[in-house]
């Protein structure tokens, strides 16, 4: 298939060796198998040229939610007032019935969100419970991660990367909980997978407290950051800001090459990205780089 801008899209044979597939300037990709990522590497070796995106041991980095937030703890952005964190989390590999004395001894406070350890593209990856009190806990099913809730006004800010560039968009997310909820809530409660494209809360009648965009200065630094840590350069930030405290910002998730039809303007912009990375391309070759 060839776009108006004179990018062709072709599929790749898996079945057959690259090398008598293309010529490729650019092969653009989601997997993260050893035999895939041993496919590319024999590839790359007499390819050079090519780029790569991403390069898979680096996708496989973000299909654990607990090497994902890892790199989250470990930016520098103390030039910043904003803090941004990731919520206290606790990792279950098996076992449910050690759930309770697991979170007692990690100090975390209900109500907890439970996601499953490994995201692996499927729907049920990006399932989410809500756990409201301890008793409850052994009913959840490992390996998963276990993360604090934290209030965020039931808005979640999706921040989208494109090589250098960034949008982000709002989102409908898990409401409040409060005392009372604590209170009267008992059990697990399966969630709905948010951040939907039918949750958009771009144009919803919102506190300007709670709509307010994070500032783009931070937004811009942050992708910088994580481009550099993660060695990729397609995904997509789930942040939210804590209610009542203004600058302090959580990242909850990071997803690899995410669905950018929800994205404003993605056709433009990835284009222009793909675009930029063949001229890159050719500026290399003709100065004999």
């Known amino acids: 298939w060839r776009g108006k801008k004179g990018i062709s899209f072709i599929p790749i044979d898996e079945t057959r060796p690259l090398s008598e597939q293309g010529p490729f300037d650019i ?25 790569v995106l991403d390069p898979p041991n680096a996708i496989e980095h973000l299909n654990n939610r607990q090497s994902m937030l890892e790199e989250v703890a470990d930016l520098n952005l103390s030039s910043f007032y904003e803090e941004v964190c990731t ?7 098996k076992d449910p019935s050690s759930i309770p004395t697991a979170v007692a001894m990690a100090g975390l406070t209900l109500p907890l969100v439970a996601k499953p350890l490994v995201v692996d593209g499927t729907s049920k990856s990006h399932e ?5 009190d301890e008793a ?14 934290v209030n965020h006004g039931g808005i979640l800010f999706k921040v989208y990367i494109i090589g250098e560039a960034i949008q982000v968009v709002r989102r409908f997310s898990l409401p409040d909980v409060n005392t009372y909820d604590l209170l009267n809530n ?33 937004l811009e630094k942050l992708g910088r950051e994580l481009r550099g840590r993660l060695g990729l350069r397609l995904f997509n930030i789930d942040m939210i800001r804590e209610l009542g405290a203004n600058d302090r910002y959580y990242i909850i998730d990071i997803n690899y090459f995410p669905g950018y039809g929800k994205m404003p303007g993605y056709e433009h912009i990835f284009t222009d990205f793909l675009q930029s990375l063949g001229q890159n391309k050719y500026q290399r070759c003709l100065s004999g780089g």
């Open 27 to 51: 092969i653009l990709h989601k997997k993260t198998s050893k035999e895939w990522q041993r496919f590319l590497e024999d590839y790359h070796e007499v390819h050079p040229e090519v780029t």
């Open 87 to 93: 919520p206290r989390q606790l990792v279950i590999m």
């Open 128 to 132: 989410l419970s809500l756990a409201y």
């Open 136 to 149: 409850s806990l052994p009913m959840l099913d490992p390996p998963l991660v276990l993360q604090e809730f």
């Open 186 to 218: 008992v059990g697990i409660y399966r969630l709905p997978r948010v951040s939907c494209a039918a949750a958009s809360a771009d144009h919803a009648d919102l506190d300007p407290r709670i709509a307010e965009l994070p500032p783009r200065p931070l």
